[in-house]
């Protein structure tokens, strides 16, 4: 188990790394950073103002599709190793339960 989310996070900080690489995210900093000067985003509620702003602007559902796009052939493989190293666990439990 402990192996597994050993796995994930690596798989995870690969996304992350792929997608601080691509032209998406330097848009997406360039807006983060563009929307700091609109008045409705305020130092008390920034985190939560901007995530608004980018919901309201698209921003948002971009990043979710290019988080998809990277997630689904890395998660695919993922679940085929996983499925694949049960499996053969499976297997050496039964031979160890049938002699």
Request: net charge positive.
């Amino acid at each position: 188990m402990l192996q597994e989310e050993s796995d994930l996070s690596l798989i995870i900080a690969q996304i992350v790394q792929k997608l601080k690489g691509s032209n998406l995210y330097a848009q997406l900093e360039r807006q983060a950073w563009a929307s700091l000067q609109r008045p409705e985003i305020k130092l008390e509620s920034l985190k939560e103002d901007i995530k608004e702003f980018f919901k309201i602007s698209g921003w948002e559902k971009k990043l979710q599709n290019a988080v998809y796009s990277e997630l689904n052939p890395t998660l695919l493989s993922y679940v085929y190793f996983v499925r694949n190293k049960i499996r053969i666990a499976v297997y050496f439990h039964c031979l160890i339960i049938s002699h």
